[in-house]
Each structure stands twice: as C-alpha cells, then as structure tokens.
C-alpha cells in the first residue's frame, strides 16, 4: 500500500510576503500581531508550512497505525472567516482560559477568531504560551 503523501510540510515560502497578501487591513494587522507574540514565545523563526500555515518549531509525530510525520509546535493561518490557531491540546489550563479568552469557536486543536479585539489579549498569549511549553515538553 502507497504511503499518502502530507500536502502540508514546510517550505521556503516568504512569510511576511503570504502575510502581505492577507485579503482585509484589519486581518493583515491582526496576522502580523499574532506573528509577532508567537515569535516571542517561542523565540523561533515563523516557516510557511503549505501554501497558508505559519508554523513555529518542529515536532515528528508517529501514530500506532504508523503513519508519522512533520508538524509546527505552534501555528496559524488567517482563513477567510476566521484567523485559526493551531494552539489547542486539550489540556486541563485551557478550559479555564477559553472561558476568560472572549469571542472565539473550537474545535478540538483550533482556536478561531474573527478579530484579536473581539479577545483579551493577555489570555491569548497565556495560551499560545502554553501550548508551545506543552508541545516542546511532549517532543
């Protein structure tokens, strides 16, 4: 059986070009902030993994079923409705902070958010710190 190829694996795209072409000044400014408080936590240099995730650090993950591969540490990619987050582990700290973070969706490893003032930033930077921690601690 062929191995399925991953479609997201980093490259040496231009991050600050992608964030250029972010399609709405508020989103644009919002993706360069949350560039910024990610560089800061994780003191690594952003990579464009696949056309549109901006990814910090590296980590290999292998499944029991043994398919492994290649992901971010931390992460984000401004969409179309949402600016998502890929900060999300399911941790004990997070529903705590969820609650306090203001107006956002979920799902189980994605954190949405239409705009960083509909957020309190501060719990924002609590989480995207926390994640990064965990994730580094798990490699």
């Given at each position: 059986m062929a191995k399925a190829e991953l479609k997201t694996k980093v490259n040496k795209a231009s991050v600050t070009a992608f964030l250029n072409k972010v399609d709405g000044e508020q989103k644009r400014k919002?993706?360069?902030?949350?560039?910024?408080?990610?560089?800061?936590?994780?003191?690594?240099?952003?990579?464009?993994?696949?056309?549109?995730?901006?990814?910090?650090?590296?980590?290999?993950?292998?499944?029991?079923?043994?398919?492994?591969?290649?992901?971010?540490?931390?992460?984000?990619?401004p969409r179309k409705q949402y600016i998502t987050l890929y900060v999300l582990r399911g941790a004990d700290h997070e529903s705590s902070l969820l609650k306090k973070l203001g107006k956002h969706a979920r799902s189980k490893v994605c954190l949405y958010i239409k705009k960083l003032s509909d957020v309190d930033m501060n719990v924002l930077k609590d989480l995207i710190a926390n994640s990064y921690k965990a994730s580094k601690a798990q490699k």
């Amino acid at each position: 059986m062929a191995k399925a190829e991953l479609k997201t694996k980093v490259n040496k795209a231009s991050v600050t070009a992608f964030l250029n072409k972010v399609d709405g000044e508020q989103k644009r400014k919002d993706s360069f902030e949350i560039l910024k408080i990610m560089q800061q936590v994780s003191k690594e240099k952003p990579k464009m993994w696949g056309p549109s995730i901006v990814g910090f650090g590296l980590s290999h993950y292998k499944y029991e079923s043994g398919r492994e591969g290649d992901m971010p540490l931390i992460a984000f990619s401004p969409r179309k409705q949402y600016i998502t987050l890929y900060v999300l582990r399911g941790a004990d700290h997070e529903s705590s902070l969820l609650k306090k973070l203001g107006k956002h969706a979920r799902s189980k490893v994605c954190l949405y958010i239409k705009k960083l003032s509909d957020v309190d930033m501060n719990v924002l930077k609590d989480l995207i710190a926390n994640s990064y921690k965990a994730s580094k601690a798990q490699k």
